[in-house]
Nanobody
């Protein structure tokens, strides 16, 4: 059974930085693409970034230049480095593993506020 556990969320001031981590278990992590999604209150879950097994990355336009997704296959972990955070980045951030089924973590709250 695939399990994804996110960590690293919290409260940060506008312009600040956070790094989210997502540790996977129960699958051959290195062969799967991984993604980060977020859901703000009253809104649908939206794609933020993903990274293929090859290391190729994609980002939503609103985070390009501010967020960086990366993976460490030796640690079965995917990261999301977030900088220059804005109040509109406030959301619950979810890690996902792509495949015939999309697996999700439980989410970690990121709040950007002064």
């Amino acid at each position: 059974q695939v399990q994804l556990v996110e960590s690293g969320g919290g409260l940060v001031q506008p312009g600040g930085s956070l790094t989210l981590s997502c540790k996977a278990s129960g699958s051959i992590f290195s062969i799967y693409a991984m993604g980060w999604y977020r859901q703000a209150p009253g809104k649908e879950r939206e794609f933020v970034a993903n990274i293929a097994s090859s290391g190729h990355t994609n980002y939503i336009d609103s985070v390009k230049g501010r967020f960086t997704i990366s993976r460490d296959n030796s640690k079965n972990t995917v990261y999301l480095q977030m900088s220059s955070l804005k109040p509109e980045d406030t959301a619950v951030y979810y890690c996902g593993q792509y495949g015939t089924t999309m697996y999700w973590g439980q989410g970690t709250q990121v709040t950007v506020s002064s």
